[in-house]
C-alpha cells in the first residue's frame, strides 16, 4: 500500500501557525493594541494659559505649537478661549495656534490643551537637509575669547558630541577662567554655548522643554541645547551637560522663533498646567492608529451593531476546538458536532444557569410531543416542519412564563436556532427508539457537558480580547484543530477499558 507523504499537510500547519503569529505580533508592535485585557497607559493632559492685556483694539495672538515631539505623540488638542477665532498654522515645518478677535480690552485669558502619550522612541527625528551653521556676531573682546574657548574643548575633543560636552564642561565650571567668564558677563549660558557650537562650525539650536510632573500649575519651559549630528539633531541639558533627553521632558518649542507673538496687547505671558491621566490602551490604539497599516484588517471601523456580531462570531473557533478535543481526544459522546458549539454561543447571552433550564426545557417538552407525532405516521420532512412550529410556541411561552417570573429568559431562547433545536429532538425521539433512553442522556449530557466547558473558555476576559482584537489567532487554533484530526491513538475514555489488559500484560 503506498504511503501518503504528510509533509504538505505539516507544511499547512506550520504556515497557519507561523502566519496568525507574525499577524498578531505585527498588529501589537504597529498599532499598540495590548494582548492582556484591562492594560492601562498614562496620559499627559497639559495646558498652556495665555494672558495678556488688550489695548482695545484688533488682537491676533500666535503661540508655538508641538511638532512631533520626541518620546511623545499627540492624541488630540482643542483651543478654549470664548469669543475668539482659534486656527493651527503650519509654515516651514512649524506649527502655531493663532486667536484672533475684531476687538477686546482688558485682561485677556486664552487657553490651550493638548493630551499627549508616551512613544518608544526617544529620539529625535532624522533630518534630511543638513542645516548650516547660523551667523555669530561677538563684541571687540569677546570675539578673542570665544576663539580661544572653542580652541580649548576642540583639543580635548573629536567629534560634534565630545566637543559639546567639553564646551559645557568649561561653561559650566564653578571656577570659571578669564575668557568663559568674560563670555558668561553679560550673557546666560545657554546663548554662550548656542552661539559658540555654531562659531565651531556645529548647527545648534535653542529649544525650549517643559517638565513634566504631574499636578503641577503654572510652570515655564526650561531651555535646552540641540546640535546637527549623525542626520539628526541630538539634545543636551545645558544645567548638568548630560547628552539624550530625560523622559519627563516635552520638548515643546524647537528653534530660535519666538513662542508667544501678541498684536493688539500689552504684558503677553504664557504659563503650563499638567496632570497625568489613565486610559485604556485599546482605546488610546484605536483612536491614535485608525486607518493606518494593519487597522483596515481589524472590525474597529465597523459599525457597532456588526461589531457584536463578529465578538460572537470570532469565539466559535475556540468552541470548535473544544467540541473536536472532547470528542477526539477524550472520546465523550455528544448529539453532534455544532450543537455544543451553538448552545454555548447561547449561554454567552445570559448566565448559564437560565441557559441549561430553557435549553433542557424546551427539549424535553418536544421529545414528548415528537412521541405524539410519532404515532401519526407523518413523513419527515413534514414531522420536522411540525416540531419547529411548535418549539416557536413552548420558546414564546418559555419567555412569557419566564417574564412573569422575573427570568430574562426570552433572549436566552430565542438564540437558540429553531432549526437545530426541532432536528435535535427528532434525532434524540429516533436515538430513544432505536438505543434507548440511556444513550439518550448519554449524548444530550455529552453536548451540554461539552457546551459548559465551551462556555467557559469562551466568557474568559482574555478569550474575548484576543479573539476580537487579534482574530489572526484563529489560525492557530484552525491549525490545532487539523492537527487532532490526526490523532488515531487510543482515546482518554477508552483507557478504563483497556486498563485490565494493560495489568495483564504486567503480571
Same mark, same amino acid.
Given at each position: 500500500?503506498?504511503?501518503?507523504?504528510?509533509?504538505?499537510?505539516?507544511?499547512?500547519?506550520?504556515?497557519?501557525?507561523?502566519?496568525?503569529?507574525?499577524?498578531?505580533?505585527?498588529?501589537?508592535?504597529?498599532?499598540?493594541?495590548?494582548?492582556?485585557?484591562?492594560?492601562?497607559?498614562?496620559?499627559?493632559?497639559?495646558?498652556?494659559?495665555?494672558?495678556?492685556?488688550?489695548?482695545?483694539?484688533?488682537?491676533?495672538?500666535?503661540?508655538?505649537?508641538?511638532?512631533?515631539?520626541?518620546?511623545?505623540?499627540?492624541?488630540?488638542?482643542?483651543?478654549?478661549?470664548?469669543?475668539?477665532?482659534?486656527?493651527?498654522?503650519?509654515?516651514?515645518?512649524?506649527?502655531?495656534?493663532?486667536?484672533?478677535?475684531?476687538?477686546?480690552?482688558?485682561?485677556?485669558?486664552?487657553?490651550?490643551?493638548?493630551?499627549?502619550?508616551?512613544?518608544?522612541?526617544?529620539?529625535?527625528?532624522?533630518?534630511?537637509?543638513?542645516?548650516?551653521?547660523?551667523?555669530?556676531?561677538?563684541?571687540?573682546?569677546?570675539?578673542?575669547?570665544?576663539?580661544?574657548?572653542?580652541?580649548?574643548?576642540?583639543?580635548?575633543?573629536?567629534?560634534?558630541?565630545?566637543?559639546?560636552?567639553?564646551?559645557?564642561?568649561?561653561?559650566?565650571?564653578?571656577?570659571?577662567?578669564?575668557?568663559?567668564?568674560?563670555?558668561?558677563?553679560?550673557?546666560?549660558?545657554?546663548?554662550?554655548?548656542?552661539?559658540?557650537?555654531?562659531?565651531?562650525?556645529?548647527?545648534?539650536?535653542?529649544?525650549?522643554?517643559?517638565?513634566?510632573?504631574?499636578?503641577?500649575?503654572?510652570?515655564?519651559?526650561?531651555?535646552?541645547?540641540?546640535?546637527?549630528?549623525?542626520?539628526?539633531?541630538?539634545?543636551?541639558?545645558?544645567?548638568?551637560?548630560?547628552?539624550?533627553?530625560?523622559?519627563?521632558?516635552?520638548?515643546?518649542?524647537?528653534?530660535?522663533?519666538?513662542?508667544?507673538?501678541?498684536?493688539?496687547?500689552?504684558?503677553?505671558?504664557?504659563?503650563?498646567?499638567?496632570?497625568?491621566?489613565?486610559?485604556?490602551?485599546?482605546?488610546?490604539?484605536?483612536?491614535?492608529?485608525?486607518?493606518?497599516?494593519?487597522?483596515?484588517?481589524?472590525?474597529?471601523?465597523?459599525?457597532?451593531?456588526?461589531?457584536?456580531?463578529?465578538?460572537?462570531?470570532?469565539?466559535?473557533?475556540?468552541?470548535?476546538?473544544?467540541?473536536?478535543?472532547?470528542?477526539?481526544?477524550?472520546?465523550?459522546?455528544?448529539?453532534?458536532?455544532?450543537?455544543?458549539?451553538?448552545?454555548?454561543?447561547?449561554?454567552?447571552?445570559?448566565?448559564?444557569? &437560565?441557559? +441549561?433550564?430553557?435549553?433542557?426545557? !424546551?427539549?424535553? %417538552? #418536544?421529545?414528548?410531543?415528537?412521541?405524539? /407525532? *410519532?404515532? $401519526?405516521?407523518?413523513?419527515?420532512?413534514?414531522?420536522?416542519?411540525?416540531?419547529?412550529?411548535?418549539?416557536?410556541?413552548?420558546?414564546?411561552?418559555?419567555?412569557?412564563?419566564?417574564?412573569?417570573?422575573?427570568?430574562?429568559?426570552?433572549?436566552?431562547?430565542?438564540?437558540?436556532?429553531?432549526?437545530?433545536?426541532?432536528?435535535?429532538?427528532?434525532?434524540?425521539?429516533?436515538?430513544?427508539?432505536?438505543?434507548?433512553?440511556?444513550?439518550?442522556?448519554?449524548?444530550?449530557?455529552?453536548?451540554?457537558?461539552?457546551?459548559?466547558?465551551?462556555?467557559?473558555?469562551?466568557?474568559?476576559?482574555?478569550?474575548?480580547?484576543?479573539?476580537?482584537?487579534?482574530?489572526? &489567532?484563529? +489560525?492557530?487554533?484552525?491549525?490545532? !484543530?487539523?492537527? %487532532? #484530526?490526526?490523532?488515531?491513538?487510543?482515546? /482518554? *475514555?477508552? $483507557?478504563?477499558?483497556?486498563?485490565?489488559?494493560?495489568?495483564?500484560?504486567?503480571?
Amino acid at each position: 500500500m503506498r504511503m501518503v507523504s504528510r509533509v504538505p499537510f505539516y507544511t499547512i500547519v506550520a504556515l497557519l501557525i507561523f502566519t496568525g503569529l507574525c499577524t498578531a505580533l505585527l498588529r501589537h508592535v504597529q498599532l499598540g493594541i495590548p494582548f492582556l485585557p484591562g492594560q492601562q497607559e498614562k496620559v499627559w493632559l497639559i495646558e498652556a494659559r495665555v494672558d495678556f492685556n488688550s489695548q482695545n483694539a484688533p488682537v491676533l495672538a500666535s503661540l508655538d505649537l508641538p511638532d512631533n515631539p520626541p518620546g511623545y505623540a499627540i492624541l488630540n488638542e482643542v483651543a478654549a478661549s470664548p469669543g475668539y477665532g482659534f486656527s493651527i498654522i503650519e509654515n516651514d515645518g512649524r506649527r502655531r495656534g493663532e486667536w484672533s478677535k475684531n476687538t477686546t480690552s482688558g485682561a485677556q485669558t486664552l487657553y490651550y490643551k493638548a493630551q499627549l502619550i508616551r512613544s518608544k522612541d526617544l529620539d529625535t527625528d532624522l533630518v534630511d537637509v543638513m542645516p548650516t551653521p547660523q551667523a555669530v556676531f561677538w563684541d571687540g573682546p569677546e570675539a578673542t575669547a570665544a576663539e580661544y574657548v572653542i580652541e580649548m574643548a576642540q583639543n580635548k575633543s573629536s567629534s560634534p558630541e565630545s566637543f559639546t560636552r567639553e564646551l559645557m564642561r568649561l561653561l559650566l565650571n564653578p571656577e570659571p577662567g578669564q575668557n568663559t567668564g568674560l563670555l558668561l558677563a553679560n550673557q546666560s549660558p545657554v546663548i554662550v554655548m548656542d552661539k559658540l557650537l555654531n562659531q565651531a562650525g556645529i548647527p545648534a539650536r535653542i529649544s525650549m522643554g517643559l517638565q513634566l510632573e504631574d499636578a503641577r500649575r503654572r510652570q515655564s519651559l526650561t531651555p535646552v541645547i540641540e546640535i546637527f549630528a549623525k542626520d539628526r539633531w541630538l539634545v543636551f541639558d545645558p544645567s548638568t551637560g548630560q547628552q539624550g533627553l530625560s523622559e519627563d521632558i516635552l520638548l515643546w518649542q524647537r528653534g530660535s522663533n519666538s513662542l508667544l507673538d501678541v498684536v493688539g496687547g500689552v504684558n503677553s505671558r504664557v504659563s503650563f498646567s499638567m496632570i497625568e491621566q489613565t486610559l485604556p490602551a485599546l482605546e488610546l490604539s484605536q483612536s491614535q492608529f485608525a486607518g493606518q497599516g494593519f487597522a483596515w484588517l481589524g472590525v474597529h471601523t465597523l459599525p457597532i451593531e456588526e461589531q457584536s456580531m463578529f465578538k460572537l462570531l470570532f469565539l466559535l473557533p475556540l468552541g470548535a476546538m473544544v467540541v473536536v478535543f472532547m470528542r477526539i481526544i477524550v472520546g465523550l459522546k455528544t448529539s453532534g458536532t455544532f450543537m455544543p458549539i451553538l448552545i454555548a454561543l447561547a449561554f454567552l447571552q445570559t448566565s448559564l444557569v &437560565l441557559g +441549561l433550564v430553557s435549553f433542557i426545557s !424546551i427539549v424535553a %417538552m #418536544g421529545l414528548v410531543i415528537r412521541t405524539y /407525532l *410519532s404515532r $401519526l405516521n407523518l413523513l419527515l420532512v413534514s414531522r420536522i416542519a411540525t416540531l419547529v412550529v411548535l418549539v416557536v410556541f413552548l420558546v414564546s411561552f418559555l419567555s412569557l412564563v419566564g417574564y412573569q417570573l422575573g427570568f430574562s429568559t426570552g433572549m436566552t431562547i430565542t438564540f437558540f436556532p429553531m432549526i437545530i433545536i426541532a432536528w435535535t429532538i427528532e434525532r434524540m425521539s429516533i436515538l430513544w427508539e432505536e438505543e434507548g433512553p440511556r444513550e439518550v442522556v448519554t449524548q444530550g449530557g455529552g453536548s451540554l457537558f461539552v457546551a459548559v466547558l465551551a462556555y467557559l473558555l469562551m466568557q474568559l476576559p482574555l478569550s474575548g480580547h484576543l479573539s476580537f482584537n487579534f482574530p489572526e &489567532l484563529n +489560525l492557530i487554533i484552525l491549525a490545532i !484543530i487539523m492537527l %487532532m #484530526g490526526q490523532y488515531t491513538g487510543y482515546k /482518554l *475514555s477508552e $483507557l478504563r477499558r483497556f486498563r485490565a489488559m494493560v495489568e495483564e500484560d504486567k503480571a
